[in-house]
C-alpha cells in the first residue's frame, strides 16, 4: 500500500506543479485513479489471500501454506504492474519540464539526470 501512496503523491506534486491546462490535468487526474486503482486491488487482494482466515497471516508457515491462496502469484502481479506505473510516474515530467521551459539546455539536462 506505500508503494502505491508514494506514487500517488508524486502524482498530486505534478499537478500542483504542472497544472496549467486542461490536457495536463486530465492525464495527471487519470494517473493518480489508475494508481489509486492500482493500490486498492492489490490492498484486497492481499488482506483476502487467506479468504476469511486472517489469524493465517500471522501464523506458521504451514497454516499459510493450507489456509491461503498462492501468494506468490499475488507478488509476481505486483511486481509485473509495478514497473509500467513506476515508468509512468518518472516519465510524466518529462515533456512537462521541456514543455514550460524554453532552453533545450534544460529539456536534455533534465532528461539526463
Same mark, same amino acid.
Given at each position: ?7 500517488? =503523491?508524486? *502524482? /498530486?506534486?505534478?499537478?500542483?506543479? $504542472?497544472?496549467? !491546462?486542461?490536457? @495536463?490535468?486530465?492525464?495527471?487526474? &487519470? ?13 484486497? =487482494?492481499? *488482506? /483476502?489471500?487467506?479468504?476469511?482466515? $486472517?489469524?493465517? !497471516?500471522?501464523? @506458521?508457515?504451514?497454516?499459510?501454506? &493450507? ?22 510516474? $518518472? ?23
Amino acid at each position: 500500500m506505500t508503494i502505491g501512496l508514494t506514487k500517488a =503523491s508524486l *502524482l /498530486f506534486l505534478y499537478r500542483r506543479i $504542472f497544472s496549467i !491546462n486542461r490536457k @495536463t490535468r486530465a492525464l495527471l487526474t &487519470t494517473s493518480i485513479t489508475i494508481v489509486f486503482l492500482w493500490t486498492a486491488a492489490f490492498f484486497f =487482494s492481499e *488482506l /483476502f489471500q487467506c479468504k476469511t482466515k $486472517f489469524w493465517a !497471516n500471522w501464523g @506458521t508457515t504451514h497454516d499459510i501454506q &493450507t489456509e491461503c491462496l498462492k501468494t506468490t502469484k499475488i507478488l509476481f502481479a505486483v511486481c509485473l504492474t509495478d514497473f509500467p506505473l513506476d515508468l509512468l510516474v $518518472f516519465i510524466i515530467p518529462i515533456p512537462l519540464v521541456c514543455y514550460y521551459t524554453p532552453a533545450v539546455v534544460t529539456c536534455v539536462s533534465a532528461t539526463l539526470t
